[in-house]
């Protein structure tokens, strides 16, 4: 089955700064590929997404690449607050319905 | 969410008695989803039920089974709880077609 890597497993940045979340997957076929934001007790909910078509795609302050020669996609938070403190998880499928999280990755955001 | 409630949210079970956790959604999705959250392996998928009636293994089902009798309600059983079974579940459910999966609030576990 599909297997994704995630790094770093913990980020600090100070407020303001960017944080970049990096994930690698296994199987070529894999052609969509979310980014999960989970909030200390909730569950996990989608922040952006991308297909394998789209290269790049940019939400506000929040922005993912796809390499897909090289198999990794990037999570880009610019201009971080506070609030972007929290677990993110990035994921890969390829059947839409069946989704391989990486490990996730702890950003604290230092004001 | 997507109107997805999870029960109960807390336990506290002993090692090898039964449990069942139910997962209910409102928004009529096809597919629902358990899944099992540990410190450095994130989300890991159990099962996974595509019907009513029709479910199918995850990368971690062994000492789980599942039910899904109507649309809305998605139940985990473990037969026989272990301590290596203490964890934080999640249930999602996801629409098809091109939709995003939801997760519920999670419920805590814990086998002594």
């Known amino acids: 089955g599909e297997n994704v890597e995630q790094h770093p497993s913990t980020l600090s940045v100070q407020e303001g700064d960017s944080a970049v979340i990096k994930c690698t997957y296994s199987?070529?076929?894999?052609?969509?590929f979310p980014w999960y934001k989970q909030e200390l007790g909730k569950g996990p909910q989608l922040i952006i997404d991308?297909?394998?078509?789209?290269g790049e795609k940019k939400d506000q302050r929040i922005a993912v690449t796809l390499n897909k020669t090289a198999k990794h996609f990037s999570l880009h938070i610019t201009e971080t607050q506070p609030e972007d403190s929290a677990v993110y998880f990035c994921?890969?499928?390829?059947?839409?319905?069946?989704?391989?999280f990486g490990a996730g990755t702890t950003v604290t955001v230092r004001a | 969410d997507a109107g997805i409630t999870q029960s109960p949210r807390h336990k506290v079970t002993e090692t090898g008695t039964p449990v069942t956790l139910r997962c209910h959604q409102t928004?009529?999705?096809?597919?629902m989803y358990w899944y099992r959250q540990d410190p450095g392996h994130g989300l890991r998928l159990i099962h996974y039920?595509?019907?009513?009636?029709?479910?199918d293994k995850g990368e971690v089902s062994d000492g789980y089974s599942v039910s899904r009798s109507k649309t809305e309600d998605f139940l985990l059983t473990l037969e026989s709880a272990t301590s290596s079974q203490t964890s934080v579940y999640f249930c999602?459910?996801?629409?098809?077609?091109?939709?995003?999966?939801?997760f519920g609030p999670g419920t805590r576990l814990t086998v002594t």
């Open positions: 994921a890969a499928s390829i059947v839409n319905y069946k989704l391989s």
């Open positions: 199987d070529s076929a894999s052609n969509y």
């Open positions: 991308i297909r394998s078509n789209v």
């Open positions: 928004e009529n999705h096809r597919y």
């Open positions: 039920s595509y019907g009513v009636k029709d479910t």
């Open positions: 999602a459910s996801y629409p098809g077609q091109g939709g995003e999966q939801y």
